[in-house]
């Protein structure tokens, strides 16, 4: 009983497929959203039905004429319902909807635009309605069961192949636009950079270009930023003032990270007492947040700073063990209830350091 309804089912969606698509429809505005998704409902009404009705029928032993080894006959039914659905829905896709500039192969156009989706579907849906007869003699001789299934199968495998090919070009085109775009933006924002460190002064803040100067900016950025960095007279003295400042501590630890200063010394006490303000800092941000993920202290900057403490004070580590105890503290502090779960990834980072510092 099921297979007689889901064969009514699928004969009506395949019907009114094929006439929902017969006239072309007027593809602008409220009329091109209304035919997608009438044809969205009409398609995925054929495929569900369709495979329904496959599963009912090869239960039944509807498709034993298909092939003996029940295996091969289950690879072979369900194959051909994929290939035929598929072809069914974007022959009806493609009759109206087809760019000039597309990548998929234009033979796919070519049937759709010849009512492919009215007979190819036809010549796989008539075996299966005829099989539906599972209880006596073929009501068709078996040969004609078998080729009509075989070329829906076959023309339906081709142009499936077809669907195949055209993803791949325009999988591959957009990726190839996609990374041209990228190129282009960061070939923008690195002449911007560039711009942005000549346009600075001496007589300007210190401060605009340390974030020039880290680690991963490309190398003439960096070689730019130093430059003018170190045509400040006293740049260093700068820095530690920005060590000491409330706001911007965390600008400096972008230039520590890779770039040596002439009196480490100097910087001890100051970045002490930075640690001390951005352990302050973060305890206060966890417990006031509305919004804490795993990646909010990123922008602290504490990947940087324990690289420059390593890189240029690592004979003078445990000048900074305790800091680093205390932001470890900090960053454990007891999150609000719906946070609770939320792990922060440089967590792990700081208890790293502080385990191959520990005297």
Not at 59 to 74: C, E, L, P, Y
Not at 240 to 264: C, M, T
Request: charged content about 20%.
């Amino acid at each position: 009983m099921l297979a007689y309804l889901f064969a009514v089912l699928t004969t009506v969606f395949f019907i009114g497929l094929t006439l929902f698509t017969a006239s072309k429809p007027s593809l602008v505005g409220e009329n091109a959203m209304g035919y997608g998704l009438g044809l969205f409902f009409l398609g995925a009404g054929f495929v569900v039905t369709s495979l329904i009705l496959t599963i009912a029928l090869n239960v039944r032993g509807g498709f034993d004429w298909v092939a003996q080894n029940g295996s091969t006959r289950n690879l072979l039914v369900f194959s051909a319902w994929l290939v035929v659905a598929l072809t069914t829905f974007f022959c009806a896709l493609f009759k109206w909807e087809w760019h000039s500039d597309t990548l998929y192969p234009a033979f796919l156009h070519g049937l759709a635009v010849r009512q492919g989706q009215f007979w190819i579907p036809l010549l796989w849906l008539i075996p299966c309605l005829l099989s539906l007869h599972s209880a006596g003699p073929p009501l068709v001789p078996l040969t004609a069961l078998k080729g009509s299934f075989w070329v829906a199968m076959g023309l339906s495998t081709v142009f499936s192949g077809g669907l195949l090919v055209g993803y791949f070009r325009e999988s591959a085109r957009s990726a190839e636009v996609e990374m041209a775009q990228r190129a282009e933006q960061e070939d923008r924002i690195h002449r911007e950079n560039l711009e942005t460190i000549a346009a600075q002064k001496v007589d300007d803040p210190i401060v605009n270009l340390l974030g020039y100067s880290g680690r991963y900016q490309s190398d003439d950025v960096k070689q730019a930023a130093l430059a003018k960095i170190k045509a400040h007279p006293n740049w260093e003295a700068e820095m530690i003032a920005l060590l000491q400042s409330e706001w911007r501590y965390k600008e400096v630890y972008y230039f520590l990270d890779g770039n040596a200063v002439e009196h480490p010394e100097q910087f001890v006490g100051p970045l002490n007492a930075s640690i001390s303000r951005l352990s302050a800092d973060i305890r206060a941000d966890i417990k006031d947040s509305n919004n804490l993920q795993h990646w909010s202290f990123d922008m602290y900057g504490i990947d940087q700073l324990l690289r420059a403490l390593d890189g240029q004070f690592l004979n003078r580590s445990a000048d900074f063990y305790p800091s680093i105890v205390k932001l470890q503290q900090a960053l454990n502090t007891p999150k609000p209830e719906r946070f609770k779960d939320v792990r922060f990834s440089i967590t792990g980072t700081v208890d790293q350091w502080l385990a191959s510092h520990k005297k």
